[in-house]
């Protein structure tokens, strides 16, 4: 599948971020784009294939412990921390990204510093308080937009923030 974002597509995402962005964090928030809509959730899914990887869409055994999708048989994709490593893995180009960003949502948080709502950026991580769920800050329409992969939420999808959410930078 083609995850390439067209110029039209990539244009009025770029002209929505803070001119001082950095460009690791442009390109985290077009990596978090890129699958928004095409990726499937998949409790334990995890990538670090620069673009799209041929597993996804595949039948597959849920095998990770504690849920309740363990034991059937669904389309392979991406869990919440799966796809913040993911993109990470592609906004810098390495696999080596997953050294700092890290898999797992625990751990995730642990590589991160916490701040305030005020400091929040596009490319920063949030977290739920008791740190089921992680997604990335993709920027602000009068609320904080976050891009997450969730079996909740039509797999990697792209909703206002969840009140609950912490905010944290890598």
């Known amino acids: 599948m083609d995850i390439t974002l067209s110029p039209q597509e990539i244009a009025p995402i770029l002209e929505s971020l ?25 409790w334990g899914g995890k990538s670090t294939v620069i673009g799209w990887d041929s597993r996804w869409g595949t039948l597959m055994k849920v095998t990770a412990e504690d849920s309740p999708t363990t034991g059937t048989v669904r389309p392979f994709g991406l869990d919440c921390s799966g796809y913040v490593t993911w993109v990470y893995v592609n906004a810098t180009g390495s696999a080596d990204a997953v050294e700092i960003i890290r898999h797992g949502v625990s751990s995730q948080y642990a590589a991160c ?3 305030s709502w005020s400091q929040v950026q596009p490319g920063d991580l949030a ?9 990335i800050v993709v920027g602000e329409n ?14 990697v999808g792209c909703p206002a923030c969840p009140v609950q959410a912490h905010p944290a930078f890598i």
């Not at 977290?127 to 997604?135: E, I, K, P, R, T």
Request: glycine residues 8%; proline residues 2%; contains cysteine.
């Open 113 to 115: 510093i916490s701040i």
């Open 127 to 135: 977290f739920y308080q008791d740190l089921s769920h992680v997604g």
């Open 18 to 42: 803070p001119e001082n962005l950095d460009q690791l964090r442009k390109s985290a928030v077009l990596a978090a784009y890129s699958l928004v809509g095409k990726v499937n959730y998949f």
């Open 142 to 155: 009068g609320n904080l937009l976050i891009a997450h992969c969730s079996s909740g939420h039509n797999n």
